[in-house]
């Protein structure tokens, strides 16, 4: 069926006068059109029978554009871009003009980066200093909002993957894999950073695009200099890459942030913007960088271990910056569609708007090492103490919030894991026994499935290498062949394959199959029908706690005993540590006598099943007032919350400890998933 015409809103008469940006080489030249109006349509059948004279040059060939509903759609050629407008020649001959913000996400990336492209043609790339002082600093400057349910906001539907794989060549013996950046479209093309760590001298970063379609490296292009791959914007065509250089005088890093242009189909990668990032006021770096691109405007930092910084390039300034509590800090994720930023701390997870840095939710579930979002990004996965929280963004009204699913996740990594959503039903999480990840099934609240890497060279983390799971297809590099030894000493480079990229399907077929009668073929220690008791201190919330401890009872099917080993515990933990600033402005520590956390535990025979905390979401800029005492600020602490208890689901089916791998083992090999059940389910024959 036809797709219907543009809406009369898009369109308006060509203007007189209008400047026309022409060509990509001859991008500096203003054209100006011939004086008088130009109908958008001829408005009686002679002027049809006259198509306008096309023009000789075109910013763009011939494609299909399509409004914010996908409902309109044209195919048009790009001519000219004017302001906040572009301006089409549709296949008769017919020219249209339509406000960008008319046009879909992925039409404006493409007339935005154009537009920019335009404008910087013969510009020469230099360093720009940026005003380094944030306007605000997420909490202290920006209250919480009120708690309204977030947009979904998931990835563009060109990022998709297909099953493949590709050979990388080696160029040089420090040649290394930096990191997997899947790009997506009808070509399922993955870009690899390929690192040099050539002692002393290391070559220039070398970026190699691979197809999983054809199976082939479509393009390589070389950065110029041994930088650092953060993140590549595949709507925007573009790259952003960090640098670090030692300071003689201060003995801190100084790192500068460079955005390039750079795609597939483009001859050479072009840099446009470099700047100084600064070292988060003197504190150490983060081990592994991390940055993001946003939009066209705003691009991600992570500037120092405890400190996130967002650029907008436009206004060459830090527009925010987030703060995070001090201790182990664990990788924060962007949503598909880079709205939403999730932060990770010890003390919660804060998700802000990426725009602005504005906090629109938070989780104070405390000693959190990693979140994923789902598919739609509108969920997110929280893993803490060994378990996984499933938070819905979309609901978060008191009155309408959501359950929350919590299971646990026993072989998950303890301070910085790694989290990949395998569809709507299924989650990935980084194992702390070696280079693996544990497929988990959400309905179920158990370990489906166990999937182990090895390692392209030492060193290997998952965090920016091997999970990474897009449109339900898992991308990993896998090690190459051996080096040829005869060019090595022929060249002094090595030959051969430096890695190998695989994209396969999953759950496998294998594995979706097992999963039918997962729950009977686990040994488990808890199950619909076992006697559990219950532990619950008295207090003032003591006979809503035993309510909601009746509720989770009702749901999993367990029968109340008494004199059960297993026993559900739940309440309010005694103390707790609240950061505050006295009369002076002088930072203190305030040891809390209020309780302001909830704790429940699953436990049998002294050793916790499954169990998690959350804690009273106290504000970070707490001052004492004038005239007031330590002791009126504890009292005044607010509760913890034991409408999150009551919302908890818990799994039915509760697992020993040691028993965190699964019914099987899937090997991620450079030929694709090698899959096997176990010969025994972690020792249980």
Not at 556 to 566: L, N, R
């Amino acid at each position: 069926m036809p797709s219907p015409p543009w809406p009369p809103s898009g369109t308006r008469p060509r203007a007189a006068g209008m400047l026309l940006l022409a060509g990509w080489l001859a991008a500096s030249l203003a054209i100006l059109l011939p004086t008088g109006a130009r109908a958008v349509r001829a408005a009686d059948e002679t002027a049809a029978d006259k198509p306008p004279a096309k023009r000789a040059t075109a910013l763009l060939p011939e494609r299909e554009w399509s409004d914010a509903t996908g409902m309109f759609r044209i195919r048009g050629t790009l001519l000219a871009i004017d302001g906040d407008s572009v301006l089409l020649r549709q296949p008769d001959g017919s020219e249209m003009t339509i406000e960008i913000g008319q046009l879909s996400r992925a039409d404006q990336h493409v007339a935005l980066r154009t537009k920019r492209r335009l404008a910087r043609a013969e510009t020469p790339l230099k360093l720009t200093a940026f005003d380094a002082t944030a306007r605000a600093v997420n909490r202290e400057a920006f209250p919480p909002l009120a708690a309204e349910g977030l947009a979904a906001d998931p990835p563009p539907g060109s990022f998709a993957l297909m099953p493949g794989r590709v050979e990388i060549p080696r160029a040089d013996q420090f040649d290394r894999v930096g990191r997997l950046i899947p790009v997506g479209g009808p070509a399922g093309v993955v870009l690899v950073a390929v690192e040099n760590v050539t002692p002393g001298r290391p070559l220039p970063t070398r970026l190699v695009w691979a197809s999983l379609k054809s199976g082939k490296v479509l393009r390589q292009h070389l950065l110029g200099a041994a930088e650092i791959v953060l993140d590549y914007h595949a709507d925007l065509e573009r790259l952003l890459t960090l640098s670090r250089e030692k300071s003689t005088a201060e003995g801190a890093a100084r790192q500068t942030l460079t955005l390039w242009d750079v795609a597939p189909g483009l001859e050479a990668a072009k840099p446009w913007l470099s700047w100084t990032a600064p070292c988060g006021d003197g504190e150490s770096l983060a081990r592994t960088p991390w940055g993001r691109v946003v939009d066209d405007r705003m691009v991600l930092h992570q500037s120092s271990l405890h400190e996130y910084t967002g650029w907008d390039i436009d206004a060459s300034r830090a527009a925010y910056r987030i703060k995070v509590a001090p201790g182990r800090v664990p990788v924060p994720i962007v949503s598909g569609g880079r709205r939403w930023l999730a932060v990770p701390d010890i003390d919660g997870v804060q998700v802000c708007d990426t725009a602005d840095g504005r906090i629109v939710a938070s989780f104070p579930v405390g000693n959190v090492c990693g979140v994923g979002f789902a598919p739609d990004g509108r969920r997110l996965a929280v893993v803490q103490n060994g378990n996984v929280q499933i938070r819905d963004l979309g609901e978060l009204q008191s009155e309408l919030q959501a359950p929350i699913p919590l299971f646990p996740a026993h072989g998950a990594a303890a301070h910085r894991t790694a989290v990949a959503w395998a569809g709507p039903d299924h989650l990935l999480v980084q194992s702390a026994r070696g280079l693996a990840a544990v497929l988990y099934s959400i309905a179920q609240g158990l370990p489906l499935w166990r999937y182990q890497w090895q390692p392209v060279q030492s060193g290997e983390n998952l965090d920016d290498m091997a999970l990474r799971i897009v449109a339900g297809h898992l991308l990993y590099a896998a090690p190459g062949a051996k080096p040829d030894v005869d060019a090595e000493e022929s060249s002094g480079k090595q030959g051969g394959k430096l890695a190998v990229v695989v994209a396969v399907a999953l759950p496998e077929p294998a594995v979706r199959k097992a999963e039918a009668t997962l729950a009977a073929s686990l040994p488990a220690l808890i199950t619909p029908g076992t006697a559990v008791s219950t532990k619950v201190p008295l207090g003032g919330d003591h006979d809503r706690i035993v309510a909601a401890l009746a509720t989770i009872f009702a749901r999993t099917g367990w029968v109340y005993d008494a004199a059960s080993p297993a026993v559900l515990e739940a309440g309010a933990v005694g103390e707790g540590i609240v950061r505050y600033k006295d009369a002076a402005g002088r930072e203190r520590q305030l040891k809390q006598v209020t309780p302001t956390t909830l704790s429940v535990r699953l436990v049998v025979h002294g050793i916790t099943l499954l169990g998690t905390q959350f804690s009273t979401d106290i504000p970070e800029n707490l001052r004492l007032a004038a005239g007031q005492t330590e002791q009126e600020m504890a009292a005044a602490m607010p509760p913890p919350d034991v409408g999150t208890l009551e919302r908890l689901l818990l799994p039915a089916t509760v697992l020993d400890t040691h028993a965190a791998d699964g019914l099987g083992v899937s090997e991620c090999t450079a030929d694709g998933l090698v899959t096997r059940p176990a010969p025994s389910i972690n020792g249980a024959q």
